[in-house]
Each structure stands twice: as structure tokens, then as C-alpha cells.
């Protein structure tokens, strides 16, 4: 018998955005699944978090660039919860090479990348759509980037990548309605760890100042905002479907 509690799964959930977002989901009385690539602690920290908030946590380790680990989770998911209703396809990668810098990317790089942030959330959509739909139907989210519509970002194949994710979710949008709804965030600049690391502490701290500088709300983007936008997509949104989200704090209007 199935959960009477709905089921979000979000990839990439051990920190930043993907931990935002499964807290999220576990304090609005949802059961999460937790899921990591690498190192289990900080994966087990989050489920820790949602389970004080009264959540069932499955933590669960799977490259979604690997479609074998993708069926695997769809697996126990299925067998832990006996059903899923929103996926979170937040799982993603770069290489920081700026965009004038042609020889810092190789075809390698795109591969990669590509595997993680598009066909990683294929893999992940195509092992959970049938149990989505048992379920009675439900979202797809896939967190993309301001990236895809502005020519900026860590690198250009990371920018491709996310410009794929947005076609992707609206062609998934179609190919899966009525029964799941598939919509995408394009988050701007968002604050966490993992920015920092990639651009080093001095340019990250010039590249927030910078951001803030010319979006028309003086402000960034934290995970918190990110899961927010994943929420109503996710359940909210109940008429909305091939949707990219910009979520860039005014950005795109940028103050004089």
C-alpha cells in the first residue's frame, strides 16, 4: 500500500539549492528522498533535518550521468514509499573557463557536462515517470540557469547545457501531459558554497557585488528562493507546464 504522504525526490540534495529544497518539501509535510553522488555525510545531515521536521527521509546514492543508478532509485523509491509525485532534477556540474577562452573546453567537457545536467535529468525523468503516474500523476522540475538566456555563466558548455534542459522540459512538457507537468527555474546568481569554490573567495565576492549592483532589486539569489519556485512548480502550478521560470531578481532589467 502506498504512502498516503506525497514523495519528492530531488537530485543533488546534500547541500545548497537541493538541501533547500528537500527541507522545503519535509516541512510542508512531505516524505523526501536525499540524494548524493559522492559523500554521504552532508546527504545524512539533510535527512537528519527532515526527519526533525517530521518527514520520512530516504538518502540515496546515484549518478544521475549513470542510467543504471537512476532505475536504481526509481527502485527504492518504490519500494520504501510505494510512490513518487515530484521530481526535482537539481543535479548538476561545470567547468569555470571564461567564455572567451575557446581552448579551456574541450569536447570531453561538454560530454560531461551534458551527462549530468541534460541527460542526467532525462534518465532521472524516464526511470520515475512510470511511478509518477501510478501514483496518480504529478511535476517535473528541473532547475536550468539564467545562463541558458543571458550568454553568461561558469563556461559555455555549462550554458549549452542549460539552454538543452530548458528545450528538454518543454518537450518532456508535452510528451507527458496531462498526467505530469514539467516546468524549469532559471535561477541568476545563487549564493552557496559551491560558486564560491568554483570562482574563488575574491571574484565571488565581486561577482555578488556586481550582480547586486545591476539587479533592479539589489539583491542575489539564496537556495531558499530556488526552493520556493520549486515548490509551486511542483505543487502549486497546477495549470502551468513547459514553463522557464527566470528567477534572476530583476537582473534582466538591470538598473541604470
Request: aromatic share 6%.
Amino acid at each position: 500500500m502506498a504512502n498516503e504522504r506525497k514523495v519528492c525526490i530531488v537530485t543533488g540534495s546534500s547541500s545548497g539549492i537541493g538541501a533547500a529544497t528537500v527541507r522545503l518539501y519535509a516541512e510542508r509535510g512531505w516524505d523526501v528522498v536525499v540524494n548524493y553522488s559522492r559523500d554521504v555525510a552532508p546527504a545524512d545531515a539533510v535527512a537528519a533535518d527532515c526527519r526533525a521536521l517530521g518527514a520520512q527521509a530516504l538518502v540515496v546514492r546515484a549518478d544521475v550521468a549513470v542510467d543504471a543508478d537512476c532505475r536504481r532509485l526509481a527502485l527504492e523509491v518504490e519500494q520504501r514509499f510505494g510512490r513518487a509525485d515530484v521530481l526535482v532534477n537539481n543535479a548538476g556540474t561545470t567547468k569555470f573557463v571564461a567564455a572567451k577562452d575557446l581552448d579551456g573546453l574541450g569536447a570531453d567537457d561538454f560530454q560531461h557536462i551534458y551527462s549530468v545536467n541534460v541527460i542526467g535529468a532525462y534518465q532521472m525523468v524516464r526511470a520515475l515517470v512510470p511511478l509518477i503516474e501510478r501514483s496518480g500523476g504529478g511535476a517535473v522540475v528541473n532547475v536550468s540557469s539564467i545562463a541558458s538566456m543571458m550568454g553568461t555563466g561558469s563556461s559555455l558548455a555549462y550554458m549549452a547545457s542549460k539552454g538543452a534542459l530548458n528545450a528538454l522540459s518543454v518537450g518532456l512538457a508535452r510528451a507527458l501531459a496531462p498526467q505530469i507537468r514539467v516546468n524549469a527555474i532559471a535561477p541568476g546568481l545563487v549564493e552557496t558554497p559551491w560558486m564560491e569554490k568554483g570562482l574563488g573567495a575574491e571574484r565571488y565576492a565581486a561577482t555578488v557585488a556586481g550582480y547586486r549592483a545591476r539587479a533592479a532589486l539589489d539583491a542575489v539569489i539564496a537556495p531558499e528562493d530556488v526552493a520556493e519556485a520549486a515548490w509551486f512548480l511542483g505543487v502549486g502550478a497546477a495549470k502551468t507546464t513547459g514553463e522557464v521560470l527566470l528567477l534572476d531578481a530583476g537582473l534582466r532589467l538591470r538598473r541604470d
